[in-house]
């Protein structure tokens, strides 16, 4: 999360209809597009920041045949059906995720001795996991994400895809010049208490998880977005094995 600015719920607005935003100069502004959705499951613990919608799951099963097409050689039907599964809707659900806190999907509320934000000095160190921790996670908790559920895509195999049909994976700098489905279903590891905040890189700190999802809580604790724990649910399970199949045999 960039220095912007930090919304927060005033604790003695929880219970009132009309809800005040304070941002962190101390100013307050009303924002009056939030009444209507303040109701008591506002605050309530929920799974993810915001739901999936169906066309990610249906994205991933054209990329899953796409990779079948390829295997079987058919090069053009699988480049075909790469390009159909870049779709519009997922590229807008992902930017309302991560294009910055909103008070009706990230819900942001202040917590009591919630840690602070560490100066870069005082953090640890933060590490990506080893190959090896790496498996061990995707052992663990599959190749889905641990919030919203949907499918994710490793980097390895996207940049492998992308390799193979340059022109049906567009992969560009910007945002909008990325493929939708393969930003969205980006594979990521997450720190569970941020690194920001004083969150280590031991494998129980950290679940698979989306872009979006990752990206969309940024520096927030579970608590301050009120994100169940997704240590203390199952594992999602499927037969979607993150187009690993593409790399071809270990
Ligand atoms: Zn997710």
């Not at 919608?53 to 054209?62: D, G, H, L």
């Not at 990206?215 to 724990?229: H, K, N, S, W």
Request: glycine share 6%; aromatic share 8%; hydrophobic share 40%.
């Amino acid at each position: 999360m960039e220095n912007g600015v930090r919304l927060h719920f005033a604790h003695s607005c929880i219970r009132q209809t009309r809800v005040r935003l304070y941002f962190s100069d101390g100013a307050k502004r009303r924002l009056p597009s939030l009444e209507a959705n303040v109701n008591k499951d506002f605050l309530a613990p929920r799974r993810c920041l915001m739901k999936p919608i169906s066309v990610i799951f249906e994205a991933a099963r054209i990329l899953d045949s796409a990779v079948d097409a390829h295997l079987a050689g058919e090069k053009v039907r699988a480049g075909r059906l790469i390009m159909e599964a870049d779709i519009r809707a997922i590229a807008d659900w992902t930017e309302a995720l991560w294009g910055g806190p909103k008070p009706d999907i990230h819900r942001v509320r202040k917590v009591d001795n919630a840690p602070p934000i560490l100066p870069n000095e005082k953090r640890i160190e933060a590490r990506m996991p080893s190959a090896a921790e790496r498996r061990k996670l995707i052992e663990r908790d599959g190749w889905n994400c641990r919030f919203c559920g949907i499918p994710v895509i490793d980097t390895l195999v996207r940049k492998a895809v992308r390799e193979a049909y340059p022109k049906a994976l567009r992969w560009g700098r910007k945002n909008v010049e990325q493929h939708a489905a393969f930003q969205c279903m980006w594979l990521q590891y997450d720190h569970i208490l941020p690194h920001s905040r004083g969150g280590d890189n031991s494998l129980e700190n950290i679940v698979i998880t989306c872009a979006p999802c990752n990206f969309g809580r940024a520096e927030y604790t579970l608590e301050e977005v009120g994100l169940i724990d997704p240590r203390t649910l199952p594992v999602c399970s499927s037969a979607w094995d993150g187009l690993e199949r593409f790399l071809g045999p270990k």
